[in-house]
């Protein structure tokens, strides 16, 4: 069974740093493109940032370039977003999410996400 | 970027049919994904490739795409369908290279 588990939000300060993390398991992790996709409170859906399988395509949302990294660790099944300038129209949840094959149009599985909060 | 517009709210009455759009510049020729949300939870996947459904999705939900506008439809509505509804295409030429719609709360009356 594919799983997914989001680890790292918390409260920061406007302009401040977090790392978010997303656990793997359950499929071959190196095989697969990885997305993270956010939610503001009350809001929709918002696609962030994607990293092809060996981590040679790197995508980003025009609202997060230049502020926000996405790495990959293969070894350890992992997936990565470092949020950097944060702003308050950050706070949302953060979801991991993987399309069906590597390079997929959609998103079959998602995490359950973990919340950014930026407030002073 | 490529904009998809969904109606805010549909309501319906259980054992009727709810029908959510999508709309987009000629939508038709690019393919459409749907998400069902209940509060607190993750999206998951109800229709992929403008029609399909992934195993363990009732047969309930179906999807069409034509022209401007894609539609769910799901029929012979439950309680438990009551959710936010979301659309989603890949669009190679928007700055979000996955598009969202703006979402539908669908209601249950």
């Excluded at chain 2, 979301?86 to 700055?95: L, T």
Aim: aromatic fraction near 12%.
């Amino acid at each position: 069974e594919v799983q997914l588990v989001e680890s790292g939000g918390g409260l920061v300060k406007p302009g401040g740093s977090l790392r978010l993390s997303c656990a793997a398991s359950g499929f071959t992790f190196s095989s697969y493109s990885m997305n993270w996709v956010r939610q503001a409170p009350g809001k929709g859906l918002e696609w962030v940032s994607s990293i092809s399988s060996s981590s040679s395509y790197i995508y980003y949302a025009d609202s997060v370039k230049g502020r926000f990294t996405i790495s990959r660790d293969n070894a350890k099944n992992s997936l990565y977003l470092q949020m950097n300038s944060l702003r308050a129209e950050d706070t949302a949840v953060y979801y991991c999410a993987r399309g069906p094959t590597a390079g997929a149009e959609y998103f079959q599985h998602w995490g359950q996400g973990t919340l950014v909060t930026v407030s002073s | 970027s490529y904009v998809l517009t969904q109606p805010p709210s549909v309501s319906v009455a259980p054992g009727k049919t709810a029908r959510i759009t999508c709309g987009g510049n000629n939508i038709g020729s690019k393919s459409v994904h749907w998400y069902q949300q209940k509060p607190g939870q993750a999206p998951v996947l109800v229709i992929y490739y403008d029609s399909d459904r992934p195993s363990g999705i009732p047969e309930r939900f179906s999807g069409s795409n034509s022209g401007n506008t894609a539609t769910l439809t799901i029929s012979r509505v439950e309680a438990g369908d009551e959710a936010d509804y979301y659309c989603q295409v890949w669009d190679s030429s928007s700055d979000h290279l996955w598009v969202f719609g703006g979402g539908t709360k669908l209601t249950v009356l």
